[in-house]
């Protein structure tokens, strides 16, 4: 489950509801109850089976660019740029 409220995140909700991939209600856990921007999403069937989808992608492209790394190497890279991307997205908020 997730909130949407912000553009980015309200065009990508508003398409996969429109593909069947998710659900949404307005207000929720967690939510602010007068603010309609704000909607509880939940995946359905059809998003859960895209999202498997979309992990083996991101397994055998990871796989085929970092194959030659060893795994403690590959672990690692992953986690640095892990912190890259949370440290940015706690920078643009």
Do not use: Y
């Not at 429109?18 to 509880?40: H, I, N, W």
């Not at 069937?45 to 403690?72: F, M």
């Amino acid at each position: 489950m997730s909130g949407c409220n912000d553009t980015r995140q309200g065009r990508w909700c508003r398409g996969s509801r429109r593909r069947g991939e998710t659900e949404a209600f307005e207000g929720g856990s967690g939510l602010q109850p007068d603010d309609r921007r704000q909607q509880l999403v939940t995946l359905t069937r059809a998003g859960r089976r895209r999202l498997e989808q979309i992990a083996q992608a991101v397994d055998a492209a990871q796989s085929s660019l970092l194959g030659d790394l060893p795994p403690t190497h590959r672990a690692a890279l992953v986690k640095a740029l892990q912190r890259i991307l949370d440290n940015h997205a706690s920078s643009s908020e």
